[in-house]
């Protein structure tokens, strides 16, 4: 028998390229200002904790759908924050963390030697999730411009990561009209929807009526409670959109044993239901935010887009390489652009997930060089 392992189809792992970058910012007097990935470094809020706690002791298994109190949450949450309305509880589908759901969201519906579009500029996951499928890869951000070929699925990113950039209900509009067309499936990552930084680029998610006229058919909407809850280590994700497309990921992520555990679950709930304690996390990274905005200016760096999310996309006008080295340096790792495609070797991308010290000690080192 041959065997093909499947890693031999993948591109290597970024974050293994920045060893050298980290162990020189690690060397810095002062210590590192590791800013290269998006963790949360924030306390849970204490009710998700309880909620978690008091889910315990459950012996059974979890459902695969979620418990009904989950669903309704969900339901309830994306109405009232981000004004998806027309879901029902069978339309969304509690996930095992979204990286997970998006590495295998092509293999599960079943799409296989055919072609995915992601973003030019795109979280690396999105390539990875073709290509466990053997399909092939297209980077393209203009749907008008793909010629004769119709694509299989369709994954964008709004808020991006790690640009930041927002795309406008009429964008969202031409792309939603664009797949009815030709029956495509539009795969939307929306985990930053909730952290909009500028009042005239309102995130929108892909299932907003305004943008889908209330009808999801082809159309899912990816979401995470790791960002805007601190969730990150809960792997406490989600999907919404299309309930035909939901009910056949259930049936395969059955088969599969795909489930949130319960306890994680329980904790999903009192994120969902708890609106301050998300807007008390939104309002730190905008401190920070603000923060390392002005210090990267006054460096003389340029940041583009970065309306939303938890990252600064920045540029010196160099090789984002050389960047990185000259930022680490400093004491402060980054990740290089060239980890999110070819079009982006001129930037580097500054995460918001330091603690308040380390923050502060980043914007001390860079207004130093102003």
Known sequence: MTRTPLGTHLPDFPWDSLQEA???????????VNLSVGTPVDPVAPGIQLALAEAAATPGYPQTAGTPELRDAIVAALARR???TGLSPDAVLPVV???EAIAWLPTLLGIRGGLVVI????YPTYEVGALLADNRVLRSDSLLKLGPETPDLVFINSPGNPTGKVL?????????????????IIASDECYLGLGWDDENEPVSILD???CDGDHTGLLAIHSLSKTSNLASYRAGYLAGDQALISELLEVRKHAGLMVPGPIQAAMIAALEDDDQEAAQKSRYGVRRAKLMRALLEAGFTVDNSEAGLYLWATRGENCRDTVNFLASLGILVAPGDFYGPRAVAYIRMALTGTDERIDAAVARLTALA
Do not use: D, F
């Not at 973003?119 to 795109?122: D, I, M, Q, S, T």
């Not at 406008?168 to 495509?184: S, Y």
């Open 82 to 84: 981000y004004s998806m």
């Open 168 to 184: 406008g209900v009429e964008h969202l509009r031409k792309v939603v009209g664009w797949a009815r067309q030709r029956g495509v």
């Open 22 to 32: 980290k162990q020189r910012a690690a060397a810095h007097p002062e210590g590192i």
């Open 209 to 211: 009526p305004r943008v």
């Open 119 to 122: 973003p030019e500029v795109a």
């Open 97 to 99: 963390g979204t990286k």
